[in-house]
């Protein structure tokens, strides 16, 4: 494929029933012709609202309760402040985000894929609009509970 064609099937052959297509060949071009499956996959990734938006739900009905409740975290509006960290030193937050990333990677080699295994289990593609809309019209709770 030379630099005529490629232009051709963008600007003239190419049918979007979605954003895919071009998101993949800009990654690509971006990445000197070569991207593995999880590169292109994250790059369509930050296309989707609906995903930034369920995390932003986690981290205000979960993590960011939870933290708050412990008076680690203080919350205005949507910000968050680490409560303390200006009286941290460079070694010390150094220190404490080895213990996080220690801490992270514990959990993982504990549990291994089973952390994200109920987003797996004899499910099939849900399009993100489709499961934006299920969450939302729950308020972003599990319908079952």
Not at 21 to 35: C, D, E, N, T
Not at 83 to 90: H, I, P, S, V, Y
Not at 107 to 134: F, L, M, Q, S
């Amino acid at each position: 494929m030379n630099y005529g064609q490629l232009k051709c099937f963008l600007t003239e052959k190419m049918r979007m029933s979605h954003i895919y297509q071009p998101v993949m060949i800009k990654k690509l071009l971006r990445s000197k012709g070569f991207a593995t499956d999880k590169e292109i996959a994250e790059m369509l990734l930050q296309f989707d609202p609906s995903q930034v938006e369920y995390y932003q739900n986690i981290t205000n009905n979960m993590v960011g309760k939870v933290l708050r409740n412990h008076k680690i975290v203080t919350k205005e509006r949507n910000y968050y402040q680490l409560d303390g960290f200006g009286e941290l030193n460079k070694e010390q937050k150094d220190e404490l985000v080895d213990i996080c990333e220690s801490k992270i990677e514990e959990y993982i080699k504990k549990r291994g894929d089973a952390i994200w295994k109920h987003r797996r289990i004899n499910r099939n593609h849900i399009p993100g609009t489709i499961r934006y809309e299920v969450l939302k019209r729950a308020r972003f709770r599990c319908e079952s509970c």
